[in-house]
Nanobody, 123 residues
Framework: QVQLVESGGGLVHPGGSLRLSCAAS????????MGWYRQAPGKQRELVAS???????NYADSVTGRFTIFRDNAKNTVYLQMNSLKPEDTAVYYC?????????????????WGQGTQVTVSS
C-alpha cells in the first residue's frame, strides 16, 4: 500500500482558490496513475482529475479549465490547484494512487486512498 497524506482543504468563498496537496510514501513516477476524487454528501465518489506516470492528465468535464493537477517528483507530491470555485465543488476530496502489477494478461490492481480533506465553497 502507498501511504497518502492530503492537506490544503478549507472554507473558501465562491470564485476563490485552494490548492490541495497529496504526499506519497513512494516515488510517484513509479505509480501508474495519481488522482483526485471527491464525494459530496449523498453522492457517489467521482474522479476529479488524474495524472499518469508519464504525465498525461485527465479532468472531469465539470472542472476542466478551472482545476489543474500537477506534481513535484522530487517531493513525491501531487497537487490540485482549484480556481474559480463554485458551491457545487463542496465535497471531501480524496487522493488516490492506482498501481498495476504483472503481465498485461494477468494484471493485478492496487488502489490506495488518503484520509480525505474537506473543501467547502460558501458565501
Amino acid at each position: 500500500q502507498v501511504q497518502l497524506v492530503e492537506s490544503g482543504g478549507g472554507l473558501v468563498h465562491p470564485g476563490g482558490s485552494l490548492r490541495l496537496s497529496c504526499a506519497a510514501s513512494k516515488t510517484i513516477i513509479r505509480i501508474n496513475t495519481m488522482g483526485w476524487y471527491r464525494q459530496a454528501p449523498g453522492k457517489q465518489r467521482e474522479l476529479v482529475a488524474s495524472i499518469r506516470s508519464r504525465g498525461a492528465t485527465n479532468y472531469a468535464d465539470s472542472v476542466t479549465g478551472r482545476f489543474t493537477i500537477f506534481r513535484d517528483n522530487a517531493k513525491n507530491t501531487v497537487y490540485l490547484q482549484m480556481n474559480s470555485l463554485k458551491p457545487e465543488d463542496t465535497a471531501v476530496y480524496y487522493c488516490n494512487a492506482h498501481e498495476e502489477f504483472g503481465p498485461v494478461e494477468r494484471v493485478e490492481v492496487r488502489d490506495s486512498w488518503g484520509q480525505g480533506t474537506q473543501v467547502t465553497v460558501s458565501s
